[in-house]
């Protein structure tokens, strides 16, 4: 006879140990099988070339080599642009279009939501509407756009977009209208606290979850951005181009291509781990109860 327990007074079935140990089991498998092309993309980076196109292809490496790093540090030195240059221009571009993506879609979010004000709902359909174009449909305006501001060739052209996206918008609005209590911005108000000081100090850190979300999001995507229409001079080019430049090489330089993808997804994974503690710990605290 199954175990009976109780949760906030309702008597609920009990999962028996052979319950969790097949959940345990299935997460783990899952885990495994998402972990599979990162180990595989690391495997190929310490393959020397004579393992790399062996067939069938290999989940192991039988004589490991770091020389595919040293190669790609040795034909990024050869560029008339420094190595140094590269990572800055991504690192610049990410954490600043991050930033102001955070701040725009956040200040946004809370107007479209906590605010009266006539045309809220129209505004807020433009940007649902605005969800269903891709942004190769919507390329030539944005090239067009940019040459009238003159922004052609710097990082406006790549930083200023990223401040503006309807995903992260919508997000935020989203969250804003079910994880913030209007009683508790009333308070706020009624205590003689700004507009704007109420959205930073009471309805951003009731969100956090969401701003999380929506900063790991934007960095990767941000990271991970290549060759743009807008960009022309190689010194204001990011690292993830320059790396595709150096992969079309040929087939020689494959364990090369594999180590700088190494290298590219250091940083996200990184800033993903890091960030998804806290969304585990801020979802798990910040629940509020009119």
Not at 174 to 199: C, I, P, Y
């Amino acid at each position: 006879m199954a175990k009976l327990r109780t949760r906030k007074h309702k008597v609920v079935l009990s999962r028996g140990a052979g319950g969790d140990f097949g959940i345990n089991l299935f997460l783990v498998l899952m885990g495994t099988f998402m972990f599979l092309p990162m180990y595989y993309v690391i495997a190929q980076s310490l393959k020397p070339l004579d393992e790399l196109w062996m067939f069938p292809p290999r989940f192991y490496v039988e004589s490991p080599t770091f020389s595919n790093f040293g190669d790609l540090f040795t034909l990024m030195s050869e560029n008339y642009v420094p190595f140094s240059r590269y990572i800055f221009n991504t690192v610049f571009v990410s954490v600043v279009g991050t930033f102001g993506n955070l701040l725009c879609s956040s200040m946004a979010a809370y107007s479209l939501a906590k605010l009266n004000f006539p045309g809220r709902k129209f505004f807020f359909q433009l940007v649902v509407t605005s969800l269903m174009f891709h942004q190769t449909v919507t390329a030539i305006a944005n090239f067009l756009t940019m040459s009238t501001l003159h922004w052609l060739d710097s990082y406006l052209a790549i930083i200023v977009p990223a401040f503006c996206t309807s995903m992260g918008l919508y997000l935020m609005k989203q969250f804003m209208e079910t994880g913030v209590s209007n009683e508790v911005l009333e308070s706020s108000r009624l205590d003689g606290a700004s507009e704007f000081k109420t959205f930073w100090t009471i309805a951003m850190p009731m969100v956090r979850p969401a701003v999380l979300t929506l900063m790991i999001e934007t960095f990767k995507s941000l990271w991970n951005s290549g060759n743009s229409i807008y960009i022309y001079s190689e010194q204001l080019k990011t690292f993830n181009y320059a790396i595709n430049q150096i992969v079309t090489g040929g087939i020689a330089r494959a364990g090369v291509g594999a180590a700088a993808t190494v290298i590219m997804m250091i940083v996200p994974i990184t800033v993903f781990i890091i960030c998804q503690s806290n969304v585990i710990e801020t979802m798990g605290s910040s629940g509020m109860k009119d």
